[in-house]
């Protein structure tokens, strides 16, 4: 993760930095993309009409799960040129793009195309805000919604089954928030609030995994400079020796959903 800061300076600069590659490091394969839109749009089931915000959209990889509203998706991200390489593939009139961070949306910092909202997506953001604000963020954010709203929390859980060396998963771990806490956050909120867990098999050959390693596809590598990325290679290869030449890393992508609902 991106160390965490008030104004979200480290965020947009990491986020800048990766949104050439984003789309390659994370798509990961069509049958992710489409498992996790399915598992999103499941739990927020999205309704013709109704009002959309994906906070924190990067690329728009996964705001595919929104659409069923048939409305102009409200898209927020601090990278702008994440938002950039968003609006290029989704063309104007599908979305509207929103520059801002998680904080300056909950805090009513930035000026949103809508009053109240439906359906609010936030994957993957909230290890970005400090954990002292992370409480203030998920009410904000309840505040937005309209009656009967769904705010979906999508994160990984604490502990990650993911092939890095030691220190790395033992700092995701420290810094990443538990889904129970976030729970607890939308009820001190107000909403009625279900935790549920899914995950999806994953497989890359082992050039691609370890390319993906080097372009800091998850946030927290960002935290290494390269010589201890490349040590921290070195300590991959070790320990999973298996994933040689012509090997593959293989290993379940395991995802805590946090659904809040607003009262009617």
């Not at 497989?203 to 370890?210: N, V």
């Amino acid at each position: 993760m991106v160390t965490a800061d008030a104004d979200g300076e480290g965020t947009r600069a990491h986020y800048d930095r990766l949104a050439g590659s984003f789309d390659a490091n994370w798509s990961h394969s069509p049958q992710f993309l489409a498992w996790m839109r399915g598992a999103l749009r499941q739990r927020l089931a999205p309704a013709v009409g109704e009002r959309a915000m994906d906070l924190g959209c990067g690329t728009g990889l996964h705001t595919e799960a929104l659409v069923p509203t048939e409305r102009t998706i409200t898209a927020v991200d601090p990278s702008s040129a994440m938002l950039a390489q968003f609006l290029q593939r989704a063309g104007e009139g599908r979305i509207y793009p929103v520059r801002a961070t998680a904080q300056e949306v909950a805090a009513g910092q930035v000026e949103l195309p809508e009053r109240a909202y439906e359906v609010v997506l936030a994957k993957e953001v909230l290890h970005h805000v400090p954990e002292h604000h992370r409480g203030e963020v998920v009410a904000g954010l309840a505040r937005l919604l309209a009656p009967g709203g769904r705010l979906l929390v999508a994160m990984l859980p604490t502990v990650i089954g993911y092939p890095l060396w030691p220190s790395a998963l033992e700092r995701f771990t420290a810094l990443q928030p538990d889904p129970q806490d976030i729970a607890l956050a939308m009820r001190a909120a107000g909403l009625a609030t279900e935790v549920t867990y899914a995950g999806f098999p994953l497989a890359f050959t082992r050039d691609r995994y370890l390319a993906m390693v080097r372009a800091r596809y998850m946030s927290l590598l960002s935290h290494y400079d390269d010589s201890e990325l490349e040590d921290g290679i070195a300590q991959i290869l070790q320990e999973h020796g298996e994933a040689g030449e012509a090997g593959e890393f293989a290993f379940a992508d395991r995802f805590a959903f946090v659904l809040g609902r607003a009262g009617a």
